[in-house]
């Protein structure tokens, strides 16, 4: 069964960064187009970047601002975080873009406030 984890997330101020971080021993990050997603109690979950072989591709709110990447070495998705908004706050998942696995990590919160 695939189990995946996510990190990094926190408390940031407005303009602030963080860097997510995402393993998954069972899935190959470089065999597999893998994103970030996330999502706030009562609206849909969103796709925010994708990294695949055709390379990256970003929600329109947060390009040039976010930067997905991964280390094959570490098998570790990552997502960088630069001048966060309170419109960023939400939980953040890893896992493919469509389909995604069955299996969704628990996600890590991140909160922008003041």
């Known amino acids: 069964q695939v189990q995946i984890r996510e990190s990094g997330g926190g408390l940031a101020r407005p303009g602030g960064s963080l860097t997510l971080s995402c393993t998954a021993a069972?899935?190959?990050?470089?065999?597999?187009?893998m994103a970030w997603h996330r999502q706030v109690p009562g609206k849909q979950r969103e796709m925010v970047a994708s990294?695949?072989?055709?390379?990256?591709n970003y929600l329109t709110s947060v390009k040039g601002r976010f930067t997905i990447s991964r280390d094959d070495a570490k098998n570790t998705l990552y997502l960088k975080m630069n001048d966060l908004q309170p419109d960023d706050t939400a939980v953040y998942y890893c896992?493919?873009?469509?389909?995604?696995?069955?299996?969704w990590g628990q996600g890590t919160q991140v909160t922008v406030s003041s």
């Open positions: 069972e899935i190959s990050f470089v065999l597999n187009t």
């Open positions: 896992n493919r873009p469509s389909p995604p696995f069955d299996t």
């Open positions: 990294l695949g072989s055709r390379g990256t």
